[in-house]
């Protein structure tokens, strides 16, 4: 008999469909209400109530109270990297929204996945540093290895970029993620974070309200370009 950690109970929570919409929405890296999460489910709120419960007993999600509302958000990065990667999967074998709409090219180009830059942009974001020697890549076996070179620090120093690693997290300063509209890897981690970041202060991108599209102006996305993907 297979001793180790069940995934059944996990596979069952996030199968169901109003659970996996909610879970998506939250991919955001935004705290949502159980309103605003029912809403996205199509659901009443009680009914959404009972499947957040469900999710927070399960660790996959955790809630904050201010005032007289209760915030759910995703319980770390681990959880929105599994289902980014469920994302992909369902992408690969067909099985999409039946709601597809306009806004799917803009989610294609350039969203957020979690608090990181995802998409055309994220993806080739993540090939330019690599190809210039900026991260390193090593591949193990079916993981992705990423640390920043000695090279990699002059340059994002240079720009003023210092990612910090809180003292109390286990988060890494960069990770491959696999990208689930392009199939290919981006950066996450707190580089990643931080990166994002940086194109909002410039003001070169803004996140599209109520949605996960990040959208870069024409001068931003020159600079962008320039100043990023060299």
């Known amino acids: 008999m297979f001793d180790g950690p069940n995934i059944t109970g996990i596979a069952a929570l996030i199968g169901d469909h109003a659970r996996a919409t909610m879970l998506t929405a939250l991919v955001s890296g935004e705290a949502l209400t159980a309103t605003e999460l029912s809403a996205e489910a199509g659901i009443t709120k009680q009914t959404a109530s009972g499947h957040l419960s469900k999710l927070c007993d399960a660790g996959l999600i955790e809630v904050e109270a201010q005032g ?78 990423v640390a920043v070179t000695a090279k990699g620090k002059k340059f994002f120093g240079e720009l003023g970029i210092e990612p910090a690693t809180a003292p109390s997290s286990r988060r890494p300063l960069c990770k491959a993620c696999l990208d689930w509209s392009v199939r290919r890897h981006h950066l996450a981690g707190t580089l990643g974070a931080t990166l994002l970041d ?20 024409a001068a931003g996305e020159r600079n962008f370009r320039s100043s990023l993907l060299g």
């Open 198 to 217: 940086y194109c909002y202060e410039k003001k070169w991108a803004s996140r599209e309200q109520g949605t996960r599209i990040i959208k870069f102006t």
């Open 68 to 145: 007289r509302h209760r915030y759910f958000r995703l319980a770390d990065q681990d959880v929105a990297r599994l289902l980014e990667n469920l994302m992909g999967i369902a992408e690969r074998t067909g099985a999409r929204r039946v709601r597809p709409g306009p806004k799917d090219p803009e989610l294609r180009r350039a969203r957020v996945c979690y608090d990181h830059l995802a998409g055309d942009l994220g993806v080739e974001l993540f090939d330019s540093l690599v190809q210039r020697k900026l991260l390193k890549v090593t591949r193990a076996e079916e993981t992705s290895e």
